[in-house]
């Protein structure tokens, strides 16, 4: 059988790993123009099969579970942060239980409640902007404060008010353990993994003696999913989440929530700040939704925010934090449609920002443009894909057609959208109420693609008060 071609290098051990790590968007799209989308490149001695377009996309997202596994693929990486017997360590079966768990505990009940908690952080933390203009980072500033929201949220109360002290050195301490060397190789005895594995003991204990603190003053109404989980949540043998799962799986949502939201907000405010009338615009549409721009925000004006909602597609279009999506192979597996079989323990990787990014699926694929959803919605309205459930609570396209998909597809898909919306739409809400941002020299910066999610190079803005 045909492998599908495999892109030549010069460094036996190291394969492509450079070309493909300084710019792997670049890198995806000179070789899809040479081999067409599906092709192989070597990386540290792996093959890495790369599956792209909209039909990669589906082959990756949808693949069997007897075929293609992401266990295998992301347990290195992540066991040692999560924890065991959560996510990767356990069965699919019981991961789709998990997701189930985190789901119902992100009710439509407990995103309300956050919204008025997120807009206060916020304000809180941007007194801090205190000047008529001056010269921030975003980026940095947008990490600082999704840790708080997010642990206010998810988290709860106990863990936020933590966080100015030991709480921020814990997860800083086992934030370093996601790298992608982990992704490459089991346990590497260096220093930054031998704080991990300290961070990750000190930061299981707090939560489990905050579960303890909590069951001794008896039962409350709190909307964090903490609560959710050490009260409501069993798996379908009757069986209830142990402390220590529980406490994982909260390490799990913080890790899995925390970069992803705080570079989409990141790179949503750059690109606003490459069309500055857009600040106007935003600021106009809640005052005809909420009367005036003193009226808190609240869930159901936020839903009906159509703008600010499609500057966060946008920004997930063109910057979407994760870029690759891997499997391993678990057989020689056929690619349909083509005479490609790959073999097994390959991985299989699909890049969703390609086909997100390519002129066939997006006019003018590389502009930053919220008004295209309007008429992409209005084009989308009358689909019909066929619905699946994969047991965590949401219907999801049994195909991976659409070439968009920042959140993934099928049973790994991600179950925080909603939550992240909420959070990144209130974030930005308010932040517009009172600023409008400027690029410090016209132009967006340079992705850093070394990192685990791709971040901007240097997110420094101009900020000025506005007259609201
Ligand atoms: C899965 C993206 C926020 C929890 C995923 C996947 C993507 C993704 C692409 C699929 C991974 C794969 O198929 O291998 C994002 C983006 C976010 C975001 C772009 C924000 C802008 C969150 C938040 C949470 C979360 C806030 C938690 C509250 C999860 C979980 C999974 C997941 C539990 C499932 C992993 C699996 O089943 O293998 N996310 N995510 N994510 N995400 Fe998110």
Redesign the pocket.
Known sequence: PNEPPIIPYWIPLIGSAITMGIDPVKFYRENQKKHGNYFTYILLGRRMVTCLGSEGNNFV?NAKLADAS?EDAYRSLTVPVFGEGV?YDVENSV?MEQ?KF?KSG?SIKNLRAYVPMIQMETDNYLTRWNKKSGIEDVHNAMAELIIMTASRC?LGEEVRSKLDETFAQIFHDLDGGFKPINFLFDNLPIPSNKLRDEAHIKMRKFFMSIMQARREAGITDRTDVMEYLTTQCHYKNGRKLTDVESSHIMI??LM??QH??ST?TAWALLFLSEKPELFEKLRQEQIKVLGSLDVPLNYDALKQLTLHENVVREA?RLR???IQ??RRVKKDLPIPQTNYVIPKDSFIQCVPTISARSEENFENAEEFNPNRWEVFDQQNKERDDDLIDYGFGQLHMASAKSPYL???AG???????Q??YVQ?KTIIATLVRKFDLELLNGKLPMCDFTTMIVQPKDSSLRYKRTNY
């Open positions: 997202f992401a996510v991961l997701k985190v992100l998810l799990a949502i899995a929530g992803t939201s989409t997930l979407p934090p994760i999506i891997m920042p959140f993934g049973r790994h898909r991600c179950i925080g959208e939550f992240a990144i």
